[in-house]
């Protein structure tokens, strides 16, 4: 069965300093993998997604993620941070089921406050 | 393109009453699929319908149900409320073949 794991609960950085958002998973074949934002009381917004090519994988907001299949990561990376960026962060892998359909296994998430 | 819409937003119901939430798929998204998201359990896989059949389903009890009609809208259904199933109900929809799935903004259950 497919895990991930966001090995930091709260990170704080100040606001233009970079970020990275740490992320590993546990999955048996190509993993779909993906990073979702939630605002307090909001639902889950996708910021970015890999499946296959390029490891280096753009997203919106100015985010960026990086597959590295050896170290089984997917960490979340943000050149500068800005004071809107203070969210949950969710990493999730997705699985194609026997049945057909994709099913999300998530991370704990990682609270991000920015200090200004 | 209008994004996953779900009604209610927020409501609270007694524990032992049963709630109904609903959620429109984005336009041509065939798949829907519902997650429960609390403090201690965080984001759990429900169940997941495409073609008005449930094809797949997470580890919860039978008083979590669901449908979906030939629209693709959904609903989902807890019956004999409990006050553990206080939480943020997030439905979900993705493209037929595809892998994206995306995610409304979400019921808020308190059961009192």
């Known amino acids: 069965a497919q895990s991930v794991t966001q090995p930091d609960i709260h990170i704080t950085v100040s606001e233009g300093a970079s970020l990275e958002l740490r992320c590993n998973y546990s999955?048996?074949?190509?993993?779909?993998l993906f990073w979702y934002v939630q605002s307090p009381g909001q639902g889950l917004q996708l910021l970015l997604k890999y499946f296959s090519g390029d490891t280096l994988v753009q997203g919106i907001k100015g985010f960026e993620a990086e597959f590295k299949r050896s170290q089984s990561s997917f960490n979340l990376r943000k050149p500068s941070v800005h004071w809107s960026d203070a969210a949950e962060y969710f990493c999730?892998?997705?699985?194609?089921?026997?049945?057909?359909?994709?099913?999300?296994?998530f991370g704990t998430g990682t609270q991000l406050k920015v200090e200004l | 393109k209008a994004g996953v819409t779900q009604t209610p937003r927020y409501l609270i119901k007694t524990r032992g009453q049963q709630v109904t939430l609903s959620c429109s798929p984005i336009?041509?998204?065939?798949?829907v699929s519902w997650y429960q998201q609390t403090p201690g359990q965080g984001l759990q896989f429900l169940f997941e319908y495409f073609s008005e059949t449930q094809r797949n389903k997470g580890n919860f009890p039978g008083r979590f149900s669901g449908r979906q009609f030939s629209n693709s809208r959904s609903e989902m259904n807890v019956s004999t409320l409990e006050l553990g199933d206080s939480a943020l109900y997030l439905c979900?929809?993705?493209?037929?073949?595809?892998?994206?799935?995306?995610f409304g903004e979400g019921s808020w259950l308190t059961v009192v």
């Open positions: 336009s041509g998204h065939r798949s």
């Open positions: 999955y048996g074949a190509t993993p779909y």
């Open positions: 979900a929809s993705s493209p037929e073949g595809g892998n994206t799935i995306y």
């Open positions: 999730a892998v997705g699985a194609e089921l026997t049945g057909g359909g994709n099913k999300l296994t």
